[in-house]
């Protein structure tokens, strides 16, 4: 504890006695002050101790005096030591009542107590002060080294709760909360993710502080991680403001964490070249080899169905949407405990993921987000660095290479549709008319029926129509005919004439499939 004005007054050497102000001596001392000034605010900061003979001072004037400590107070002035047997024999009476009308301590100096050695008790107090500080905090970066290498992150934010006389919380890249000490802690740190998000926003190293009138406590955040995004963050709830010793000790903790965080990521780095490698050859057809190489890294992500996720940035340059759809599907896995394999595959991400799982759900969910951006931005379409997803149906290590396919196909209709997320099995379960509207598919049924549109525009026959109904009658001449209200050899006749037309012959069935395809894919012109 820093020096006090009691403290100070129980000082046996010193022999101060207290004139007024005697419910305000447990406010410390930042510093002794002797000025004889008849206005020393000008050079105060705030906590001194002024100490005065009052030798320009009309100590005896009543408003003067007013005057005179009312400025003190204001100043932040916490207390006034007066000499007495120099200037004055006793305190005047007017300044020992501006001072207990204002509230400010009064002390009486007696002539044998130099002013010097006041300056050398508050000096010594507030070094001894610093000392213990210092030493606390030394001794907490100890504890905090020690539970590092023994208990982990856990036991850095126990032993940190324990220094600080709060709660201590850890949150992951994607701002969830990965340990809490105490263990009721994690509801509070769990209502601070808006706050975690914010501060991963602001290039690294940053924190803030929450608090308020809606708080029960101080919260400070912190950002760690030694790259320009924060990989992880660290809140510390105390009752107020942190000390030197509480301060050390977070320093301490933050350079724990960043450490451990930053080994993290090597191991992770690590664990992809091994992913990479098992996933070629999954991909080679090699499962057996996969599962040799996988061990134990995997768990049983092998053994069940699982999804394969193929994703891009629209752009088609990797950077921070694919960096943060691997944060949310790492931290979806890791929050439910199930394995996850992600791999960066030059301007894409690879995500083998078990089937109906949080990765799974969360990469939905990262992409439902975006495309919801999407539909409130103005202009209505993705930004340059958004993401383009798909997802295969459930697999197996035998069919690993087919998955991989089905989820370049819902990433190629994606991309077409202009959707963020798109899965193969909705593809195969619906039509394929939508495919239709691709720009290219609508220029070559253009190209293919222009010539028959042209005969049309003449007026020389209704060719498009004719065949429009004899294909969508699978080639029967009658119900076609009926259906155009003709005879059925006049619809022979047209017939005849978009072949002639087309160069191209009608009992082709893949002649008539693009020509049906060809009608549909124009049948709004």
Wanted: charge should be negative.
């Amino acid at each position: 504890m820093p020096p006090t004005l009691a403290s100070l007054v129980h000082h046996s050497a010193l022999k101060l006695t207290v004139r007024a102000g005697e419910d305000r001596l447990d406010v410390p001392v930042r510093w002794a002050h002797v000025s004889e000034l008849a206005d020393p605010v000008p050079y105060m900061e705030g906590g001194e101790l002024l100490l005065i003979t009052a030798l320009k001072l009309d100590a005896e004037n009543p408003e003067a005096m007013r005057r005179y400590v009312r400025r003190l107070a204001g100043a932040g002035v916490v207390g006034l030591g007066f000499a007495v047997g120099v200037n004055y024999e006793e305190i005047p009476q007017a300044l020992v009542d501006a001072c207990a009308q204002q509230g400010l301590p009064l002390l009486e100096v007696p002539r044998r107590t130099p002013f010097l050695a006041i300056s050398k008790a508050v000096s010594a107090a507030i070094a001894a002060d610093q000392y213990r500080a210092v030493t606390a905090g030394f001794a907490a970066q100890r504890e905090l080294t020690r539970q590092a290498l023994t208990s982990g992150p856990e036991g850095v934010l126990g032993a940190l709760a324990a220094q600080v006389d709060g709660w201590a919380a850890l949150y992951d890249a994607s701002g969830a909360v990965v340990a809490a000490a105490p263990e009721w802690a994690g509801r509070r740190a769990a209502r601070l993710t808006a706050e975690v998000e914010r501060l991963r926003e602001r290039a690294a190293p940053a924190s803030s502080v929450v608090g308020g009138p809606e708080h029960d406590d101080r919260v400070e955040l912190h950002s760690l991680g030694t790259g320009r995004r924060a990989r992880a963050a660290l809140a510390v709830g105390t009752a107020a403001a942190l000390g030197t010793a509480g301060r050390y000790a977070v320093h301490s903790a933050i350079a724990l964490l960043t450490l451990t965080t930053e080994r993290s990521r090597s191991l992770h780095a690590a664990e992809q070249r091994v992913g990479a490698a098992v996933l070629r050859m999954l991909l080679a057809g090699e499962p057996d080899h996969a599962r040799a190489v996988a061990g134990d890294l995997y768990g049983g992500l092998l053994d069940a169905p699982f999804r394969v996720i193929v994703a891009e940035s629209a752009s088609g340059a990797a950077g921070e949407p694919l960096g943060g759809l691997a944060e949310a599907v790492e931290s979806a896995a890791a929050r439910s405990g199930e394995s996850v394999l992600v791999v960066p595959e030059g301007e894409r991400l690879v995500v083998l993921a078990a089937d109906g799982g949080a990765a799974v759900a969360a990469c939905a969910a990262c992409a439902a987000a975006r495309e919801a951006a999407r539909a409130a931005s103005e202009q209505g379409r993705a930004e340059e660095d958004d993401l383009v997803v798909g997802l295969s149906a459930p697999s197996g290590p035998i069919a690993a290479a087919t998955a991989y396919k089905q989820a370049e196909q819902a990433l190629s209709v994606a991309r077409r549709r202009g959707r963020v997320f798109v899965e193969h099995e909705r593809l195969a379960a619906g039509s394929v008319l939508p495919l239709l509207a691709d720009d290219a598919v609508k220029a070559f049924a253009d190209g293919l029926l222009r010539a028959l549109r042209e005969h049309d525009a003449t007026g020389r026959g209704d060719l498009v129509a004719s065949l429009r109904a004899w294909l969508s009658r699978h080639g029967q001449w009658d119900a076609a005919a009926a259906d155009l209200g003709v005879h059925r050899h006049t619809l022979r006749y047209r017939m005849r004439r978009v072949e002639e037309i087309l160069g191209r012959s009608l009992d082709d069935p893949d002649v008539r499939m693009e020509l049906w395809l060809a009608l549909k894919a124009t049948s709004g012109q």
